[in-house]
């Protein structure tokens, strides 16, 4: 249903124009909450993995063009029609795609089925920034990591930057939130036969591509907040400390960076 708009007061635009990232979790949908998907390609993975729906805003050259495929799945939903102008009031500059949705939030499955029958993970801890936050998702996914566990305080993983610079990989690999470091799933997994390594400026720290590391069956691989990285008990709770050996007196790479190294690094199809 094709619903041209001219203003941001139209009732419709609420969660693109007027809500906050906290008040899209929680105002619109109680129970589950919405988020923004932008750009064509992000929002038809979202669309293929089974997300779904609730509107969507285009610019108006897209109806009929790169976004006709998706107005076409919307199936009688809103389809918010604006000018180019329009869209880039929304976000502060102007969208080379010029396509948001609005979905809702899926259930997010137990840590039990994200880790099951995987042999790498990825730990986040405290990571805020979502930029660091899509970046990791995307390494993760196209370097062959199971899933990934959030603590509660990392950056919401369906921020809209982080959903953007995941290039929609977020609906692609598995993610859930895991209460502390001694939540009872992770000590399950850990029971399980997961090690854990923990990416650290460390005195014990081995290289990254010790063979220890490599010839690990399971392995649980931990990321820490930006700038001061782990806490000391967590590290110290790991099985194994690692680093990157650096150059040019280089102590350490940015979160995304490193992990896209220790992805590669410690994948299983070598």
């Given at each position: 249903?094709?619903?041209?708009?001219?203003d941001?007061?139209?009732?419709?635009l609420?969660?693109?124009?007027?809500?906050?990232?906290?008040q899209?979790?929680?105002r619109l949908?109680p129970?589950q909450?919405i988020?923004?998907?932008?750009s064509?390609?992000?929002i038809?993975?979202?669309l293929?993995?089974?997300?779904?729906?609730?509107?969507l805003?285009s610019?108006?050259?897209?109806i009929?063009?790169?976004?006709?495929?998706i107005?076409a799945?919307m199936?009688?939903?809103?389809?918010?029609v604006?000018?180019?102008q329009l869209?880039?009031?929304?976000?502060?500059?102007?969208?080379?795609?010029?396509v948001?949705?609005?979905?809702?939030?899926?259930?997010?499955?137990s840590?039990q089925?994200?880790c099951?029958?995987?042999?790498r993970?990825?730990?986040?801890?405290?990571?805020?920034?979502?930029?660091?936050?899509g970046a990791?998702?995307r390494?993760?996914?196209?370097?062959?990591m199971?899933?990934?566990?959030?603590?509660?305080?990392c950056?919401?993983?369906?921020?809209?930057?982080?959903?953007?610079?995941?290039?929609?990989?977020?609906?692609q690999?598995?993610?859930?939130?895991i209460?502390?470091?001694y939540?009872p799933?992770?000590l399950?997994?850990?029971?399980?036969?997961f090690?854990t390594?923990a990416l650290?400026?460390?005195?014990q720290?081995?290289?990254?591509n010790h063979p220890a590391?490599?010839a690990?069956?399971?392995?649980?691989i931990?990321?820490g907040?930006?700038?001061d990285?782990?806490q000391?008990?967590?590290?110290?709770a790991?099985?194994?400390?690692?680093?990157?050996p650096?150059?040019?007196?280089?102590?350490?790479?940015?979160?995304?960076?490193?992990a896209?190294v220790a992805f590669w690094q410690l994948?299983?199809?070598q």
């Amino acid at each position: 249903m094709l619903v041209p708009v001219t203003d941001l007061s139209h009732p419709g635009l609420q969660p693109y124009a007027r809500l906050t990232e906290a008040q899209l979790r929680n105002r619109l949908e109680p129970q589950q909450g919405i988020f923004i998907a932008e750009s064509p390609k992000v929002i038809r993975i979202a669309l293929n993995a089974g997300y779904q729906p609730l509107s969507l805003l285009s610019e108006e050259k897209h109806i009929t063009g790169q976004a006709a495929d998706i107005v076409a799945r919307m199936d009688g939903l809103p389809v918010f029609v604006g000018s180019r102008q329009l869209l880039a009031s929304l976000t502060g500059y102007e969208l080379t795609r010029g396509v948001l949705c609005a979905m809702r939030r899926p259930v997010l499955p137990s840590v039990q089925e994200v880790c099951s029958g995987q042999r790498r993970i990825v730990l986040v801890d405290s990571v805020v920034n979502s930029t660091n936050t899509g970046a990791i998702f995307r390494a993760a996914a196209a370097l062959g990591m199971g899933g990934i566990l959030f603590t509660p305080t990392c950056c919401d993983p369906l921020n809209r930057r982080s959903v953007r610079v995941s290039m929609g990989t977020v609906f692609q690999i598995p993610w859930t939130y895991i209460s502390s470091w001694y939540d009872p799933a992770l000590l399950q997994l850990r029971s399980e036969g997961f090690k854990t390594v923990a990416l650290a400026l460390s005195p014990q720290a081995i290289p990254i591509n010790h063979p220890a590391l490599l010839a690990e069956e399971r392995l649980i691989i931990v990321l820490g907040t930006e700038g001061d990285g782990l806490q000391q008990s967590t590290i110290d709770a790991c099985d194994y400390q690692a680093i990157i050996p650096m150059q040019r007196g280089v102590d350490s790479l940015n979160v995304a960076a490193a992990a896209a190294v220790a992805f590669w690094q410690l994948r299983t199809d070598q």
